[in-house]
């Protein structure tokens, strides 16, 4: 187990806590690992300070690039990566010192996997358990499973051509999970916490669930680009989404809440295209 992994760590005027993503790298007990970090396109001087410090770090590079957002910071290093294996990691997370050793024992241990993840954690302004249930198909294609910061080979990247640079809102990495599973490899998941994810006030991620319009936006597009990857799930795809229905009623106090939030939600397009098709595919 002498593959080297690149860690890829994208960073935008946002270094108030890069320090300890940086050190949750460096205390990895994996000896062959090189972190870049790429700026994208920060404009705070005491950032771009301290990038230009640890840029003469042994095992750390710092690549530079115009605002694309994450998902073009994250090719710009995984282009430039020498690793076999690629982790993800955003400035403000920390991983636990043990998970890539063992991301990378469960990668070269079982066969046709080609996405290695663990368990997770919150902390910040809210802490406990991210509980994002156990991976299924159907449940992936209802819903984003499984985080950023999830260990896949360069070769894989490649293949799918990368993340997405046209979804700057947000999820560009359900999009490429989603990818990699149309290539037709598995997905394991670490049964331990060896992910932190922080939580903030106001982050990309808030920022884009509360604009209601870009989630049916982005969503359409997954969508159709992964028609052929819910066609061939349909029956674990419809099966999910009645689960999280009954779910739906049982959040509401009352029933007739229930049915006006999914009426509501029925006349965003995508959702509304969305059901046809599904009643389409089960006939």
């Not at 992994?5 to 990895?28: L, R, T």
């Not at 020498?82 to 890539?100: E, F």
């Not at 604009?211 to 597009?221: M, P």
Request: aromatic share 12%; net charge negative; glycine share 6%.
């Amino acid at each position: 187990m002498n593959e080297y992994v690149s860690v890829v760590m994208p960073c935008y005027n946002d270094g108030k806590y890069i320090k300890e993503a940086i050190d949750s790298v460096k205390a990895q007990t994996y000896p062959f690992v090189e972190l870049i970090i790429v700026d994208d396109g920060s404009d705070d001087r005491e950032l771009l300070a301290s990038l230009k410090a640890l840029a003469e770090e042994d095992g750390i590079r710092v690549l530079y690039a115009d605002h694309g957002g994450p998902a073009a910071a994250r090719n710009k290093g995984i282009e430039a990566a020498k690793g076999r294996y690629i982790l993800p990691l955003d400035s403000d997370d920390k991983i636990a010192p043990t998970y890539i050793e063992k991301a990378v024992k469960a990668y070269e241990e079982h066969e046709n996997v080609g996405i290695v993840y663990c368990k997770a954690e919150l902390f910040g302004e809210r802490s406990g358990p991210w509980d994002l249930g156990d991976f299924s198909i159907g449940r992936m294609l209802v819903r984003g499973q499984i985080f950023v910061t999830s260990l896949f080979s360069k070769a894989d990247w490649q293949a799918v051509g990368g993340f997405s640079e046209e979804l700057k809102a947000g999820i560009e990495d359900y999009d490429f999970w989603l990818s990699l599973l149309e290539l037709g490899r598995e997905v394991y998941q670490i049964d331990e916490v060896l992910f932190f994810y922080r939580q903030k006030p106001v982050s990309r991620n808030t920022e884009f669930a509360q604009d209601s319009e870009a989630v049916a936006d982005v969503n359409a597009f997954i969508f159709e680009k992964h028609k052929a990857l819910y066609d061939a799930h349909i029956h674990e795809y419809v099966d999910e989404l009645r689960k999280e229905v009954a779910w739906l009623e049982q959040e509401n106090n009352a029933m007739r809440k229930s049915l006006s939030f999914i009426s509501k939600l029925s006349r965003i397009p995508f959702v509304h295209k969305l059901s046809v098709w599904a009643k389409e595919k089960l006939k």
